[in-house]
């Protein structure tokens, strides 16, 4: 029972502490935007469409996944583009980066594995922004409105902070609930019978990596760095798996954008295709690091 509270509940528990601040602050600063100017907007959203990929790229690979929740949050309002999302998403590091040094792997090997989850952020993303947008809705106004109804927060009688608050605890209640039942099917079924799936499957390995990468929960990226440094999975299957992996971002994303759910699914199958075909080419031509 002990084992159980520690892997589950008090994992789960720590893994949405840390995200409260960066959630909190993205909803404050979303008040703030609707209760200023929709000029503010219209601003952000330019800048985004231009360099958004390369920005959002250079925010996700700091070594934590709160900024893949904030931008999940942010898409949902229209203040980035979908582009600066998936480069988020797939450059963010969650656990690799302590893992990596934990480990005691090669800081060269780090270094490689930081440069192409940056580099592919950057090209995705904006693959992304020229692919997506036709079949994505692009309503660029800030419906932070509708969230506070669904939320019951009456925003419109309290401060920005209130509001932002509200929306930050119904979010991380959201995310705790799904990370605690993530968490109790890995600790029945087991680290050792996900790793076996993985284990030894050239090409095939780097889509199944995919797959696990794609659970929101920071223990899909644990596992895969460490059968990387222990060297029994190819580099392809690492990166496909380490760029998939986008923390708790999906799990925010589904939230905070649930008026559309096409879209969403769109975007998961965009990361999904992003991390896959960079793991199996990786594999056909045999690159190593």
């Not at 100017?37 to 996944?65: D, F, H, N």
């Not at 596992?223 to 299957?237: F, K, P, S």
Request: proline residues 3%; glycine residues 8%.
């Amino acid at each position: 029972m002990s084992e159980f509270f520690d892997e589950v509940l008090l994992d789960a528990l720590l893994d949405v502490v840390k995200l409260l601040p960066f959630l909190f602050i993205t909803f404050l600063i979303m008040e703030y935007i609707e209760h200023k100017s929709s000029r503010i907007t219209a601003k952000i959203v330019r800048a985004s469409g231009s360099w958004g990929p390369v920005l959002g790229a250079a925010a996700g690979i700091v070594p934590q996944c709160g900024f893949s929740a904030s931008a999940s949050n942010l898409y949902s309002q229209r203040l980035i583009t979908v582009g600066t999302l998936i480069a988020v998403y797939l450059s963010t590091s969650d656990e690799m980066i302590p893992i990596f040094l934990s480990e005691g792997a090669s800081i060269p090997m780090l270094l490689k594995v930081l440069a192409c989850k940056f580099l592919f952020g950057i090209i995705f993303g904006f693959i992304a922004d020229k692919l997506l947008r036709r079949f994505l809705v692009r309503d660029s106004k800030v419906h932070i409105t509708e969230m506070c109804a669904d939320d019951h927060c009456e925003c419109d009688d309290h401060s920005v902070f209130y509001a932002a608050l509200i929306h930050t605890l119904k979010t991380a209640v959201y995310i705790l609930v799904f990370t605690i039942a993530f968490n109790a099917i890995l600790h029945f079924i087991g680290e050792e019978a996900l790793k076996n799936v993985i284990i030894g499957r050239p090409i095939i390995g780097s889509l199944i990596t995919g797959i696990v990468g794609l659970i929101p929960n920071c223990a899909a990226s644990i596992i895969i760095t460490e059968l990387a440094i222990e060297g029994v999975i190819t580099t392809g299957a690492m990166l496909s798996g380490l760029l998939v992996g986008a923390g708790v971002g999906l799990l925010v994303l589904f939230r905070a954008n649930k008026e559309h759910p096409r879209d969403n699914l769109i975007i998961v199958a965009m990361l999904y295709a992003s991390g896959a075909i960079v793991g199996v080419l990786f594999d056909l031509l045999n690159i190593s690091f």
